[in-house]
């Protein structure tokens, strides 16, 4: 079979309630949503990466800065983001979709590449080239790195990669009709067992009580703390940032008070 087109869609508004215009704000001199973009960027597996944003008014600074970055991008509804998503991965063809958010600037492509590998059903570590798993049809339907209880997560938050077969996103956005399902994109996916066929992916250790995402100010704190731990740079990985506070504990204290919402928080303002 000819190889699968596989599509990251990064999702990216300014309204967000905790941070507001929190996805352009700076990061060791690049707007967060660049980060994010730029890093997603290096996975091999993927073959474009593609902000989603909405039409509201207040996303126009987004499209600017896709524009003036050659970024690919697609604005659709504010709240439906299931649809949102279901659009974009139409108007750009995929035949595979890799689900971001822009509020996570330590995205790690190897860990895109292990997600979306596991997702065609094979390790990480396998013999094949990537280009010999894409020609593969993919072995299940959903794959994440993370998924909420009764899943346990042992990857930080803020890494978060799901990963799901267009076939299996056009049938959620025919089907979902709960306002969670439309808002977080891929419950539907694996909320009912037997539905789909799902995959969770798991690390050993496990580093779910760390939190690189950015969703507060303290939050923002620290992603801007560790970047200017690197100089600046973002070729680290994920790992290096795990030691860096393993060497700096009071770093983690940051943000180690912020409660981090729940698939079941849906946005009062749909």
């Known amino acids: 079979m000819p190889d699968l087109r596989i599509l990251a ?47 509201d008014p207040s996303d126009g600074p987004v499209e600017v800065l896709c524009r003036s970055r050659n970024y690919p991008f697609y604005r659709g509804s504010a709240n439906d983001v299931l649809d949102r998503y279901y659009q974009a991965a139409s108007q750009f063809q995929a035949d595979v979709i890799v689900r971001l958010t822009a509020d996570c600037p330590l995205i790690d492509p190897g860990v895109i590449d292990a997600t979306v590998i596991a997702f065609f059903g094979f390790d990480p570590l396998s013999d094949r080239t990537l280009k010999q798993i894409k020609s593969y049809a993919p072995r299940y339907d959903f794959a994440a790195n993370r998924l909420p209880p009764p ?35 891929m ?76 698939v079941h928080d849906v946005d009062a303002r749909r």
């Open 9 to 55: 869609i990064v999702q990216s508004r300014m309204n967000s309630t905790r941070l507001p215009g929190k996805v352009l704000l700076d990061i060791a001199g690049q707007p967060m949503l660049a980060r994010v973009v730029d890093r997603a960027r290096r996975a091999k597996m993927l073959d474009e990466v593609v902000v989603a944003t909405t039409i």
């Open 151 to 185: 899943w346990k997560r042992t990857y930080p938050i803020g890494l978060d990669t799901e990963v799901c077969t267009f076939k299996a996103l056009e049938r959620a956005w025919r089907e979902a009709i709960e306002p969670h399902q439309r808002e977080h994109v």
């Open 187 to 262: 419950p539907y996916l694996y909320e009912q067992a037997g539905r789909f066929r799902v995959r969770v992916i798991d690390h050993e250790p496990d580093y779910g009580a760390l939190r690189f995402t950015v969703d507060t100010a303290e939050d923002l704190q620290l992603v801007r703390e560790i970047f200017n731990r690197f100089g600046g740079r973002d070729d680290f990985g994920w790992l290096e940032v795990v030691a860096l506070l393993d060497r700096h504990p009071e770093l983690a204290e940051i943000n180690a008070s912020v409660v981090h919402k729940t």
